[in-house]
C-alpha cells in the first residue's frame, strides 16, 4: 500500500486530500507544523512513506506573519526530512500561482518552495513544486478560503452576496489539486482542468444553481464538470437545510403521480431496487457524482457521515408521503428498510455508470 506524510491535514485543501487518498487505497501520516511541531515526530511520520506533501501554509495574516510563518513551516519539514530513514522518493509543494509575483505573499511561498527544494535535493528525492490556482470545493471556510465558498454559503442560507471588485479568476476544484498532490494527475492534465471565470460571472452561475434547486430539488445544468462542481459545493453549504426534499404527489381516482427529479441538463441515470426488512445498502461516499435516494413504498433510514467526522445525521422517511436525499459528495452514506415489508427505492445519480470509474468508495457511516 502506498502511503504518504502531509501537513495541513486538517485544513481544506488538507481534508480533500485525505478524501482523494482514501478512494486511492492511500495510507496517510499527519505532521504538526508551527508551534506544535516535533522533531521526533514528524520526522517518524516521514520516515518509511512514499510520499511527503506539504499542505500547510499561513496566508491570513500580517505581512511579517505570512513571510515568518510560511519561512518556519518550510523549514521545520526540511528538519525533518533531512534525518528521515528512508526519506520519501517525493516531495511535493502546494505552491501557489502567486509565488514571485512581488507580494509577501508570492515571496513567502516562493522561498518555501526554495527551502524544500534543497532538502528534497539532499534526500535523493524528487521535488515536485505544484503551482495551484484559487481553489474551491465543499466544505470551504466562507469569507476565508475562496470567493465561491462566500457566494454558496450566502445563497444558500438567504443572503444578497455583492461583488466589491470583478475581475477574472483561475479556478481549481480541490479534489482534481488533490489528485495532482498525489500524483494521479500531471501537470498537463491539470492545467486542463482549470475554469477561467469572472467573480460576476460566479455569481451568476451560482445564483442560477441556487434558484433552481430551491424549487424542489430540481437539478441545474451540469453537464459541463465545473458547474457540477459548483454545485457540488453549493450543496455541501446547503445542508442539511431543505433535507429531505419532499415531493409534490398529485392524486385522483387512477392513484398518485409525483416527480422524482427534473433535471435542466447533462447526463442521468436511474435505478430502482427494493430492500427486505432489516437490511441495509449503501457504506460509500461519492468524491464528484450527484446521487438521489427516492422512498417509494416502505419505511427507510437514511443515514450520512462527512468522512473523517464522528457526527451522523438521520432521516426517517416513509412511502406514504414520497421524498427525496441527495447525498452530499465526499459523504459516506447508506439506507436501511426499518419497516415490515420491502423498500422500494429510486436512485437517480448524473452520470452513467462506468465500471471502469465507478466513483463508489467503500465507506461505512
Known sequence: MTRISLTGANGFLGWHTRGAAHAQGISFAPIAVGDDFDLAAATDAI????RLIHIAG???ASDPEVLEGNIRFAQQLASALDRA?????VVVFANSTQAG?????GAAKQEAADILRGAAGRAGAEFVDLHLPNLFGEHGRPFYNSVVATFSHLLASGGNPEIDQDRELTLLHAQNAADALLGSVDDDALAALDARETVTGLLTRLREISSVYSR?????????PF?????NTYRAAAFPNGTPIRLRRHADNRGSFFEIVRSHGGAGQSSFSTTVSGVTRG????????????VISGEATIK???LFSTEVFEFRLDGTSPASIDMPTMWAHNITNVGETDLYTSFWSNELFDSERPDTIAEPV
Open 47 to 50: 520516515s518509511g512513506t512514499d
Open 58 to 60: 499561513v496566508n491570513r
Open 85 to 89: 530513514t528512508p526519506a520519501p522518493s
Open 101 to 105: 509575483n512581488g507580494t509577501t505573499y
Open 216 to 224: 424542489g430539488g430540481e437539478i441545474p445544468d451540469i453537464a459541463h
Open 227 to 231: 458547474d457540477r462542481d459548483l454545485f
Open 283 to 294: 457504506d460509500h461516499y461519492h468524491r464528484r457524482k450527484v446521487e438521489r435516494f427516492t
Open 304 to 306: 450520512l457521515r462527512k
